[in-house]
């Protein structure tokens, strides 16, 4: 764990220096191999992305454009929940 001498840092929530816009859910029903829409998937997050990633791996159906939301160049993605 990281330790830091007093005033060495400035601490703030996190919701202070940005902002934090949840996905939209889908299912493995919706995974397409080709001509779909790239998506990142929670679970991807943990199993098949390192630290970072310059592209995603996963498709979903491209009638599902419109309902998704899509991270931008220099956003931070992170997961909210987890399994052991």
């Known amino acids: 764990m990281l330790t830091f001498k007093e005033g060495e840092v400035e601490w703030k929530a996190l919701g202070e220096i940005g902002e934090f816009i949840r996905g939209k859910r889908f299912t493995k029903a919706d995974y397409v191999e080709d001509g779909g829409i790239s998506v990142i998937h929670y679970g991807e ?40």
């Open 45 to 84: 997050i943990y199993t098949r992305y390192g630290v970072y990633t310059t592209h995603s791996l996963s498709q979903v159906r491209a009638d599902m454009a419109a309902s998704l939301r899509y991270a931008k160049h220099g956003d931070v993605v992170i997961t909210d929940v987890g399994r052991l």
